[in-house]
């Protein structure tokens, strides 16, 4: 069993920044991919940005340039800094750790961007 706890949403104007931070209750040297995903209100879930083990970071089209995905192996932690923030991301974004072969997922943290 994986515990993800997420937190760094909020309310930010379009060109603003936000940083999310997930932690987890295992060891992440021992999950084999851990990253983020967001879901829109009517959309899909869709893969945001995420780190797999013996590969660099792996990000969405729509997020290059502007989001940075990075972990803390000390504390267990994986963050994404978004910058550049568009209505367009508004959202909820959720944590997700691929480990032993079974997923899961954090409680989803929702990213407002209005002006």
């Known amino acids: 069993q994986v515990q993800l706890v997420e937190s760094g949403g909020g309310l930010v104007q379009p060109g603003g920044s936000l940083r999310l931070s997930c932690t987890a209750s295992?060891?992440?040297?021992?999950?084999?991919?851990m990253g983020w995903y967001r879901q829109a209100p009517g959309k899909q879930r869709e893969l945001v940005a995420a780190?797999?083990?013996?590969?660099?970071?792996n990000y969405a089209d729509f997020v290059k340039g502007r989001f940075t995905i990075s972990r803390d192996n000390a504390e267990n932690a994986v963050y994404l800094q978004m910058n550049s923030l568009n209505p367009e991301d508004t959202a909820v974004y959720y944590c997700?750790?691929?480990?032993?072969?079974?997923?899961?997922w954090g409680q989803g943290t929702q990213v407002t961007v209005s002006a």
């Open positions: 997700n750790a691929k480990y032993v072969f079974q997923n899961y």
């Open positions: 295992v060891n992440i040297f021992s999950i084999s991919t």
């Open positions: 780190f797999s083990r013996g590969r660099s970071a």
